[in-house]
């Protein structure tokens, strides 16, 4: 036992140094789990703070596109108004309910292999792990995880993101994940050979898992490839949000959706 | 054998650590070079200091990044990984470290200091992308990222060791 521990005490260095190695090695793939409520992330009030003051000062800069993405927003909303005045829930079919809570962007990255965005809004606004977040565009993210104020969102440019997702002229599922190529193309995947898939053709959230909202834009069909041997298409899209601009972001709030979930345990 | 510079090592954490924090993956050169200049603060930590404590030392500063950058046990892991071959790295390039205290341009000269802390960056950086990376895939991107930002952070903390330490007074 004295041997063995002035051993030790001899490779201390070694030691200390294998020992931090393993703990580092189980905090990246613990935190590789979906959803955690995990402190060392950039939702803990130290570090969201510092990047809020600094988004503060850069948003000066960016007040310009801020601007214009809220006409926008006002265009679109004016539009969906006018819509709904028109087609006033006329056959009834109960639709599920929804609200969006808007965040502000703090931090957001786009370049790296796996990115992240935080927002401003957290468990006192009512966002929690797993809901999804989108733009005026379309699809952001979703939400990983959440403290009282702030919330770590994966970005649609994460691997570990899948969107479910219909071709819209076709109806046909399929889902959306991006190929850590750029930070505007993801890869279309599970497209069957017999539908015929066309550049141009729009890919937007199928609604199916209570994250997402249906019809909201994912992106646009930009390259199409079907070998003789493939059961389904290698396709490329381009999303449709611009991830390098991005001042606020809403986080989609589903009333109902604890009720599907145990429907769905059944 | 000299003392502790303790300004320099103050310059060094305020110029090098603090100020990387808030900007953090938000510069990028090139569209792919991000700079993680923070590590110039732990290879530049005073070359006197047992090693155990610069693990840990390592260990938590990389741990303070990655709470800013979602990567808990990346940069920690790369810092703690640098700060281990460290010293072995010194004694490789720098011949004479019998009076070695204050590691800069002028007391390791500057080739010196170019031999001693960019491959040492060039490891901390290549071991974070890799792993960010989860493997080699699309290698011509990683490897051209890894060297791009290496560069870029070497030469922010070659500038900032310039700027902080004085300059010898002649004689």
Redesign the interface.
């Known amino acids: 036992m004295r041997k063995l521990l002035d051993f030790l005490y001899r490779r ?2 070694f030691a ?2 294998l020992g ?2 393993i ?6 793939v ?2 590789n789990q979906r959803q955690n409520a ?1 402190f ?3 939702s ?1 009030a ?2 969201a703070r ?2 809020t ?2 988004q503060n000062v850069s948003d000066y800069f960016d007040l310009i596109e801020i601007n214009q993405q809220l006409m926008l927003e006002n265009e679109q909303l004016q539009a969906r108004l006018n819509a709904n005045i028109a087609y006033a829930d006329s056959l009834g079919i109960p639709s599920e309910t929804y609200r969006v809570q808007g965040a502000r962007v703090i931090n957001n ?1 786009f ?4 990115n ?1 965005l935080t927002i401003l809004g957290g468990r006192e606004q009512g966002i929690f792990p797993g809901m999804g977040v989108i733009s005026t565009a379309g699809v952001v993210g979703q939400v990983k995880s959440a403290s009282n104020r702030y919330a ?1 969102v994966y970005s649609m440019l994460h ?1 570990q993101m899948i969107v479910s997702s219909t071709v819209k002229r076709t109806n046909t599922n399929c889902s959306v994940q991006w190929d ?2 750029s930070y505007d193309v993801a890869s279309l995947k599970f497209v069957p050979r017999h539908i015929g898939l066309k550049e141009g053709d729009t890919i937007v959230t199928s609604g199916f898992n209570s994250v997402f909202p249906p019809n909201i834009n994912v992106g646009v069909v930009s390259e199409v490839n079907l070998e003789d041997h493939m059961t389904f298409y290698d396709a490329k899209i381009k999303l449709s949000v611009d991830f390098t601009s991005l001042p606020s972001v809403f986080v989609v709030v589903y009333e109902t959706k604890w009720e599907k979930d145990s429907v769905e345990a059944l | 054998m000299n003392r502790v510079n303790i300004r320099e090592q103050v310059s060094n954490f305020i110029a090098l650590f603090v100020i990387q ?3 953090l ?2 510069i ?1 050169l090139l ?2 070079a ?1 700079g993680f200049f923070y590590i110039g603060f732990l290879i530049l930590l005073p070359f006197r200091l047992s ?2 404590y610069l ?2 030392a ?2 938590f500063a ?2 303070i990044v ?9 940069h ?2 790369a810092c ?2 640098v700060m ?1 071959i460290r010293d072995l790295w010194l004694k490789i390039v720098v011949d004479d470290t019998e009076d070695l205290t204050n590691i800069n341009y002028i007391s390791i000269k500057k080739t010196g200091f170019i031999l001693y802390a960019f491959p040492l960056v060039l490891v901390h950086h290549l071991v974070i ?1 890799l ?4 493997g080699l ?2 290698f011509v ?1 990683l490897i051209t990222k890894t060297i791009l930002s290496a560069l870029f952070s070497f030469i922010i903390i070659f500038v900032l060791n310039y700027l902080i330490v004085p300059k010898p007074r002649r004689q």
């Open positions: 201390r260095t200390i140094f931090l190695e703990v580092c090695v189980w905090l990246i613990s935190f995990d060392l992330n950039s803990n130290l570090s510092i990047s003051s600094s990255t370049r790296r292999s796996t992240f770590t691997p850590q190529e | 924090l808030p900007m993956y938000r990028t569209d792919r991000f090693r155990s693990l840990v390592g260990f990389g741990l990655d709470m800013f950058s979602n990567t808990p046990g990346i920690a892991g703690v990984f281990y992308f792993v960010e990376n989860g895939y699309l991107n």
